[in-house]
């Protein structure tokens, strides 16, 4: 397993990381998974074993069950250099002040979350969506308490656009407060939206990139091929949506052939090939069985050629691939905003 470093902070990550939303299998989640205690713990043990050291969950995650879950698997003990991500922000309750990201609700759900996580301060704490009406200033200064009293170690944002990323950093940077070391967005080969703003900041800020559902739900895994709908669609669930269904189809074609040519899964390579874009630290996966999770994490040791990074690149190039048309480009920056920024920057 490789190790990379977060951002500008010291932390070093897994290349993968252990996605957790499975995990209880409550309310609307019960479309996406349904893992038990025991299978959390075989899970958790297969990651870990497999050097993968980071964890991600949510308060919001089968309201609570997910941290819940994690606590009692681990057992109150870190295991080995186990890192812990959890994030707030969603409605939790029926409460006026059950969601968002006031000072109420944050230092509230962190506290909740440690008791539930078991344990005395969480790695990394996520912004899990953006709040409109709390000053970020509020949010941020928030941040800084959690971070002052030992409950959080490190900050991140979730599904942020550009403008609230670089909104944030202004603001910690003038009040000198912890900044964002790392954000969590969707970034797959089916969704290359983040290469016009998001990995660009990245590189110039010095966040490192979570990747969340990097195989777009499924999707991507090679499984499911036209009028083939997977699991979770057949069990209501939306996210991501799929703007183009024929490229989408087209992708797929593409990760089978050059997985066959490996004699490796279609997930594996589409894991792969997010793990060479810029500013990427870290995807996190996860799985309805030990299998996938096995068949993932295999994706770390997986290597691409430059000849079938081309193929992917051109089969899943997004229509709109310079939204910002003014900008002068050269011959080489062929394949996004994110190349665009690491061609000039010289990083």
Request: glycine content about 10%; proline content about 3%.
């Amino acid at each position: 397993m490789e190790y990379r470093t977060l951002g500008r902070s010291g932390l070093k990550v897994s290349t993968l990381t252990m996605g957790t939303m499975t995990f209880g299998g409550a309310g609307a989640f019960s479309a996406v998974g349904k893992t038990d205690l025991d299978e959390a713990r075989r899970m958790i043990d297969l990651c870990i074993d497999a050097g993968i050291n980071l964890i991600d969950t949510a308060n919001v995650y089968s309201n609570g069950i997910s941290e819940e879950m994690i606590g009692e698997a681990l057992g109150g003990k870190r295991k080995g250099d186990v890192l812990i991500a959890s994030k707030a922000r969603m409605r939790i309750g029926n409460g006026p002040n059950d969601e968002g990201l006031s000072r109420y609700h944050l230092i509230r759900e962190c506290e909740k979350s440690l008791k539930r996580l078991k344990t005395d301060v969480i790695d990394i704490y996520f912004l899990h969506e953006w709040d409109g009406t709390t000053p970020l200033e509020e949010t941020l200064a928030a941040l800084d308490t959690l971070v002052a009293q030992g409950k959080i170690r490190y900050v991140g944002c979730s599904n942020y656009s550009g403008w609230q990323v670089m909104k944030a950093l202004g603001i910690s940077d003038s009040h000198h407060q912890p900044r964002f070391v790392t954000q969590q967005i969707h970034y797959t080969l089916e969704a290359r939206e983040a290469e016009y703003e998001l990995l660009p900041i990245s590189v110039d800020q010095g966040l490192g990139v979570l990747v969340w559902s990097p195989l777009a739900g499924g999707l991507l895994s090679g499984k499911y091929r036209r009028d083939s709908p997977t699991a979770r669609q057949r069990a209501g669930w939306s996210e991501p949506p799929i703007r183009d269904e024929d490229r989408l189809w087209r992708i797929v074609d593409v990760l089978v052939e050059i997985g066959t040519q490996h004699g490796v899964s279609a997930a594996q390579v589409a894991l792969a090939w997010l793990l060479g874009r810029p500013a990427v630290s870290s995807l996190v996966i996860g799985g309805r069985s030990e299998t996938q999770f096995r068949d993932n994490i295999a994706a770390a040791s997986l290597v691409l050629t430059g000849e079938e990074r081309e193929r992917l690149d051109a089969v899943s190039r997004p229509p709109l691939l310079y939204p910002y048309w003014h900008q002068q480009l050269t011959a080489k920056d062929r394949f996004g905003a994110a190349d665009l920024v690491i061609d000039r920057s010289g990083v």
